[in-house]
């Protein structure tokens, strides 16, 4: 027997496992696919709350331990979701989505940690439900705390401004018009994976919007999905995401952002 | 203006606001119906493990401060879900479902517990998948500890024995041969609501299966379904439920329950 | 037998009991007592945090859903620890302990909440360690939240300010200098209790001093204890009580306190 | 300047530095030292409950995917605590202390597990409270579960068998009769700490003992001291250690002892 038939006949081999192990594994079902609205929970409607007043130019600045990661001059701490320049515009001391750019995400990765941040819906803003000043801050990038403008703006409860996108709801509405600056204080802990990559603790955030806590110490139960379920997969340290949407909404601001690691 | 008068004008003005309030309710949209198998996950599949050796009728007995649910004999700490009497049959120390007479519920309620219960799928049990020897132990009356044939029996991972259904797939497969006793020894705790109705605290179990331990202190996340998503709805202190899930399977048996309060 | 014998009968036999009693109780060891800096842990140091500017009058104001414990103008919300009229001093907008006078507390009783509340060290302090502007937040009037002056003034890291006092130490020390502010949120969750009074879940508080978290859902082990060691006794709701700590340290300052009911 | 000069001008800086810092550290207070019976708790007593029958040699034996830690032949998964030869004697398919030979622990290491193991007091016991029958398990060789006869003898609840020694008195005393064997069933979920070895997740653990719950869901609060207040060090993967306790009491045998990683 010559090397080539040897050769031959271990693909033909190798062509007919596969096959039967692609056959055993048709045997087994797939989840049915799911559609968007089998995830979205428009009841009860989620009660609104008016804010504080606070001093618009007297936003707290970062604390000395924290990593600043925007101080209103540039995006040295941020890239493309892709690794490539962010291309989102810098002005007045925010920055602002620059719509079909792409997601930006932050240089340095994390694991736990307190983040602040501020955005502003543009007071010009249009649309309605989800199509309305819609962005979104990715924890580690997976794990979506929304951004949306729910001022006045219903939308389904798990999905609004607050929420912990399709997962929890937030516990009250403290959204501010459109045109002023919305504060987000979140403490994160990320999950935990054991050396086999199950899960071994899952995420857990709260979630402080503009003074008030829409997420008490919510458990995370796997990455945000806009279809179907969540599940987790093993990772490390990642980045904050912040989302291009891409919708026809006016441009949404951020400005103040540091994170303190935990 | 009389008393007739007003009476008419006021049922007339609730009718309306009642045709408005539904007319604004139907403004809201509702999550999309799903299907059962978009909550069926196959893969991955569970390890099947070989449970320890145990001598047949060396059962342990239950501990002095234990309320024994089923001792042998008869159905006294039992009944019809619906509160009318239980028919399952008793014989030879054992309770079997009494196919298409109903589920059955403890006449006592109860909080967080302790629960031993063993279960026997018939030696000639025929049919795949569910189909197989398919009952189940609803703590409280609404979360769902699976009963079900899985030796040399695949079906979606968290919807086989030792699963909390299409919630938890259970860590193991440690399911013994039809004709032999399964043995359960669950540890819950109850879910805790506030007075306002909403959720406090979620429940959790920990479900060991012939020894080997299948949930590790799961977190229940609401009333197992069949179809759609888990939620909580608020209750307080309720029964254990045994299904009579009524598919043409042969009778599955039950002896040696009893329950300790927590 | 008279009914004068039968009294007397009665009351020796029920002194004979309750001797034969506390002898046998005494028969059983109590814990050796011990002493406060037994529980006084310095080690390791606390890192010091500056924590971010804020303009000194924009502090934020309550939510629409708060409960306003103090606006700045009357204690009519508060009360003496012992149910007569609180004796603090209100002026400038702000209220003072009135040393000697003793504890105060709010009228009203909470369970789960988030509590806002802002306090102001002397700028002519003096003393150190714990002899320095101490006073305390006991959440539902059992668990300590520290407020000291530890600005450039060490103690035990685990009853510094943003301590859980002896149980619990901060994870940093962002206190503002004498004269200034300092600002305290604070998100609690109660313990909760079986029906026989045991414990069925503990405490929980997350703590955020001037906009640095310095309890990240911190388990509460039980009373907060000068000497020896926490344990829990059962309740229902209660009050926040601010503490007259006696001590001859100048007088602290609260302001801007509201509480949101979760 | 020459070599040597520099080298004792280094050396005398040095030791100068050393002195300083030594000076500076005892101006920092130290944790008063405290005494056992400081944390020994007799009250309430712990409710004694008969567990169930169980045909004596029909213990389970090890599931299929179980590391065997004894199968009554040897010691050859065991070592001395220091590593060299276990001393303790194989008989009768248990093996038995051997008194003043110390510790022994499973030569392999482990985190999260299952662990299964029967222990006898000799049916000539004698002595009391702790001097009768003490030996313990120490999990990840920090935490140890009790080991002591408490059929018949009362010590401090918190110290007693089904203890987390010290720190968490058990729920119930399903103590048997010297002579007769008694099954321990753990559920361990270790502690995990940060990259700075500071603590992110304290240990859990389940304990049944005799079929009867008498741990649930515990949390370790830190190494289980005889002296003092239980703190966590940083660690990984660690034995179990079984103790050699010296006292007068008369020897503890083990036997059937397996364990599942999860």
Same mark, same amino acid.
């Given at each position: 027997?010559?090397?080539?038939?040897?050769?031959?006949?271990?693909?033909?081999?190798?062509?007919?496992?596969?096959?039967?192990?692609?056959?055993?594994?048709?045997?087994?079902?797939?989840?049915?696919?799911?559609?968007?609205?089998?995830?979205?929970?428009?009841?009860?409607?989620?009660?609104?709350?008016?804010?504080?007043?606070?001093?618009?130019?007297?936003?707290?600045?970062?604390?000395?331990?924290?990593?600043?990661?925007?101080?209103?001059?540039?995006?040295?701490?941020?890239?493309?979701?892709?690794? $490539?320049? @962010?291309?989102? *515009? =810098?002005?007045?001391?925010?920055?602002? /989505?620059?719509?079909? %750019?792409?997601?930006?995400?932050?240089?340095?990765?994390?694991?736990?940690?307190?983040?602040?941040?501020?955005?502003?819906?543009?007071?010009?803003?249009?649309?309605?439900?989800?199509?309305?000043?819609?962005?979104?801050?990715?924890?580690?990038?997976?794990?979506?705390?929304?951004?949306?403008?729910?001022?006045?703006?219903?939308?389904?409860?798990?999905?609004?401004?607050?929420?912990?996108?399709?997962?929890?709801?937030?516990?009250?509405?403290?959204?501010?018009?459109?045109?002023?600056?919305?504060?987000?204080?979140?403490?994160?802990?990320?999950?935990?994976?054991?050396?086999?990559?199950?899960?071994? $603790?899952? @995420?857990?955030? *709260? =979630?402080?919007?503009?003074?008030?806590? /829409?997420?008490?110490? %919510?458990?995370?139960?796997?990455?945000?999905?806009?279809?179907?379920?969540?599940?987790?997969?093993?990772?490390?340290?990642?980045?904050?995401?912040?989302?291009?949407?891409?919708?026809?909404?006016?441009?949404?601001?951020?400005?103040?952002?540091?994170?303190?690691?935990?």
């Amino acid at each position: 027997m010559n090397y080539q038939l040897i050769k031959k006949t271990t693909l033909l081999l190798a062509v007919c496992l596969l096959a039967f192990s692609q056959a055993y594994a048709q045997d087994v079902p797939k989840p049915l696919p799911m559609k968007p609205g089998m995830t979205e929970f428009w009841e009860p409607e989620i009660d609104v709350v008016t804010p504080g007043e606070q001093t618009d130019n007297a936003f707290i600045s970062a604390p000395s331990d924290a990593i600043v990661l925007f101080d209103g001059k540039n995006l040295s701490e941020w890239e493309h979701a892709d690794g $490539s320049d @962010a291309k989102w *515009t =810098v002005a007045d001391g925010a920055f602002t /989505v620059n719509k079909g %750019t792409g997601d930006i995400k932050t240089k340095k990765e994390f694991e736990d940690f307190q983040l602040h941040l501020e955005f502003r819906i543009p007071e010009d803003i249009t649309g309605k439900s989800q199509a309305r000043g819609n962005s979104g801050i990715f924890l580690q990038e997976r794990y979506e705390v929304q951004v949306l403008d729910n001022y006045n703006n219903r939308t389904y409860a798990n999905g609004q401004v607050g929420s912990i996108y399709k997962q929890s709801r937030p516990l009250k509405n403290p959204m501010r018009a459109p045109g002023s600056w919305n504060v987000y204080d979140i403490i994160y802990a990320a999950p935990r994976f054991k050396e086999d990559g199950s899960l071994f $603790s899952r @995420a857990t955030v *709260t =979630v402080i919007l503009n003074g008030v806590v /829409v997420q008490n110490h %919510t458990t995370i139960l796997g990455n945000t999905m806009y279809i179907g379920l969540p599940d987790y997969e093993a990772h490390g340290p990642a980045s904050i995401r912040l989302q291009d949407h891409g919708d026809p909404s006016e441009p949404i601001s951020f400005r103040n952002i540091w994170i303190r690691e935990m």
